[in-house]
């Protein structure tokens, strides 16, 4: 993802640090916001995936520590769920002031029930999607359970959560007492989308059918499966970013896709890992390398998207011809594989010990088509542009761009 580091203050002028994630192009179909979990930062890998899945469909990502979290400034002993919600509003008015207010707000857990009481405050918003949201920020003192009595007594107490500790406030508990959701919820009048586990054992399931019963229609739910609270499963967070990217689609709105086109045909980007970021137009796609040669395996390596443009290219390319001459066929199947042979059969190299790249391509086609029109689709597979493409010379030119 392309990536730009913020900052921003808080209704108390506090700096709150911020990672604006874009589509590799920077061309930006809509921008959301991201609301972390209790006591999360904005590093964490299952918010990077599901930012991924959004920049890829071209929806830019702001995503942000809380007050006296990660590197924001302010004391977190100070916050409490009312503070989490007014930090998301300010973060909702910097995109507004120097981008574009969001369009879409997502949270994590009790970022999902400050995502819920926020909506009402930000009009820009057109749809919310919640992540292992309780239906009560109450809820929450669930984790602090054993602390509870002595924050209540001693006015606070120090808190172990994920391996780190917190001074919890008495004005915290009071200020979760004191929320109350269910009404906000039915008054949001704005698409819902409720992403849940089963097997969540911190957040039960169900505090999303108590979500999904308070919210008016349209009003979504998808099950999460067997993923943990904290979808430390990389498969579990790039599920769910997949759906949020999909289902937001249908309910914000999208600049028409001729705004959206660009000089470059195509445009990619690689951060620190192996996992690129491609835009073609106004299609998003990935690539990595498998996890054997280091990758993360969340998309098709190069030679992948080599075979895929020759594969496509050719079933187009006979579709196109079997049209204008009215054959029959009803299907194109093209099976396509890479690798490196010995140049045996190569007349022009002398060296014969060098390897040349060799693409085997088997070509399926479904139709009530004798073997002369078999036989003519074959050959019209060669005329394919992309096939003349690799067989012409090619000539790159690369440059550093200013």
Known sequence: MQREKLTFNNKNGESL????DLPADGKVRAYALFANCFTCNIDLTPINNISRALTTEGIAVLRFDFTGLGESEGDFADTNFSSNVDDLIAAAQF???????????????????????????????????????????????????SHADEIRNKGEADVTLAGRTFKIKKHFLDDLDNANMKNIIANLKKPLLVLHSPADKTVGINNAAEIYQCAMHPKSFI?????????????????????????????????????????????????????????????????????SVGGADLGPNPYDYLLT???????????????????????????????????NDCEECENKEVKIDYIEREIEVEGELDEKQRQRLLNIANKCPVHRTLHNEIHVASSLKE
């Open 17 to 20: 640090t911020a990672r604006l």
């Open 223 to 291: 099950s999460l499966d067997q993923s943990d609270h904290l979808m430390s499963k990389k498969e579990d967070s790039l599920y769910a970013g997949t759906m949020i990217a999909t289902w937001v689609q249908k309910y914000i709105t999208m600049p028409e896709e001729e705004d959206l086109q660009t000089e470059e045909q195509v445009v990619t980007r690689t951060g620190k890992s192996y996992t690129t970021e491609a835009r073609a137009g106004i299609h998003g796609l990935t690539a990595d390398e498998p996890k």
């Open 309 to 343: 443009a020759l594969g496509s290219c050719t079933g187009m390319t006979i579709r196109r011809y079997a049209d204008r001459k009215k054959l029959p066929l009803e299907e194109v199947r093209v099976h396509l594989s890479h690798k490196k042979v010995h140049a």
């Open 95 to 145: 995109l507004d002031q120097y981008y574009e207010a969001p369009k879409l707000i997502i949270g994590h857990s009790l970022g999902g029930a400050a995502v819920l009481m926020a909506a009402s405050s930000l009009p820009s918003v057109e749809a919310i999607a919640t992540i292992a949201a309780p239906s009560e920020p109450s809820h929450v003192q669930n984790l602090l359970q």
